[in-house]
């Protein structure tokens, strides 16, 4: 990255939830913003961990054996191969960092997929 990035500004460009969106990249990573609502899918990386930082809001992430939810400014990493499902009952935003070769839906698949797009 050779400028600096408005995380503010990139989010006002993302318009539907569960699209997140690449904002810049670090090394083989890519961080992205996303807006989400409701209930993703039960998913999970196996050769990867997840890592995931409110900006706004307030998201549930559901391991099968608890829930663990954060606020604003709190970062939660969901271990490799752990299945999981993330849920905002309200809006929320979210930077996410993966490795760049990687779908939001990891070996899940499915509908919820979406194809990588900067912003």
Not at 54 to 65: N, Q, T, W
Not at 90 to 116: F, H, R, W, Y
Request: with cysteine; aromatic share 6%; glycine share 8%.
């Amino acid at each position: 990255m050779e400028e600096k990035i408005n995380l503010a500004e990139k989010l006002a460009l993302v318009n539907e939830h569960w699209s997140p969106a690449v904002v810049g990249r670090l090394n083989d990573y890519k961080i992205q913003v996303v807006k989400v609502k409701g209930e993703f899918t039960w998913h999970k990386h196996e050769g990867t961990d997840e890592f995931f930082l409110v900006l706004a809001g307030e998201l549930a992430i559901r391991p099968r054996d608890r829930e663990v939810r954060l606020g604003a400014g709190e970062v939660f990493v969901v271990p490799r191969g752990v299945e999981h499902c993330p849920f905002a009952e309200t809006d929320c935003q979210l930077l996410l960092i993966e490795p760049s070769d990687k779908v939001n839906t990891g070996e899940a698949g499915g509908e919820p997929t979406v194809e990588e797009r900067s912003i």
